[in-house]
């Protein structure tokens, strides 16, 4: 067999380096994407059960709390007998609006705190999924018209819900 | 001749794999954070980072070079896990109290909180059981490192001391919420002293 001569080297080499330099093109222009549907990642975190789990329960003592103040008031208004004792009545179902209230408020402050903190992690852990995966767009879709069309291949959901919830309970990046 | 030769391969391996270090060796492998004693999290611009500290490496750090105290320090330190939490805003060098501060007594609530209250906020889950701290030192910097670290002790059962373990952090202040910390602990190295 003839040795390739010094011009087969020559071309041998320049479409080596067009086919570098399309690869290197081709890394610098070819965009990532990947979307997800939001509520379904949202609704499978896991710190998100475990935040709607604490927030029930106390949610819950709050409302015993208060019906237990209301039953003790009912029992006194049919016992109450006199302008004193009913004086009496009154102002403890005010105390019971005003605790109401209060409860009603902390409920909402608890709710928007837990919010955060799903929101804080959930949003740290996609960014950092995107970052390993080399991801340049992550869109995140509500299924309600926010993304008009993807190819299932780009859904990467059930990937990323993975990805969080073991993130979320402490595994390294 | 051949038999000889096969278990004088294998004694070689198993010297190999056994892991048994020095004093300095050791310290440093506990924290090489490829090991698995560490373990980190960034969140929402707060870092913690969580360190997983063998009996014999806090006997080290406490013995100082000096290694005739060794014994009878371990002695001391028996009987309970230790871990450090150590949390920083990345965005800043000072204070970490200090992150997104509102006001100056804001800056009172958080040290009040993290030297007496965030003790409750920490437990340990290993082998099933849920363990409170029993040992808490929060070690302020006063500004010198942003670096701020929470020392806690757990008194566990001596079975489970080799056993994975997930330390639990509830973090209200920057209200990053629940920080879940994973720790093998089935390779740590043995510690070889002269």
Redesign the interface.
Known sequence: MAKPDKKTWLIAGAVLLVAAGCFLMYQKLHLKAAYVDQVQLFNAFR?KK??ETEYQKVENLRKQQSDSMALGISLMQQQARGPQQLGYVQQQKEYLAYKQNEFAEMNEQLKM??N???R??L??YIKDYALKNKVDFLLGSTGEGDVLFAAERFDVTKELIHYVNTR?????K | MKINSLLAVILLLASCSGKELGPDEYTRWVENKNNGCI??K???GMQFTAMHKPLEYVVLKECGGNMSLFDSLKGDFEGMEYYTIKMRAESQNKDVLLHNIGSEQEYYERINYYTTNAQHDVYLVEAGDTIYCELYHYERSYGVSPYNSMLLGFKTRPGNRDKPA??CFNETVF????L???FDKNNLPTLTIN
């Open positions: 710190l475990v935040l705190q837990y955060e903190q799903i804080k992690q949003n740290q979320f309970e402490g595994e390294n | 373990s980190e960034s969140i929402g997930k330390l209200n990053t919420g629940l879940l910390f994973n």
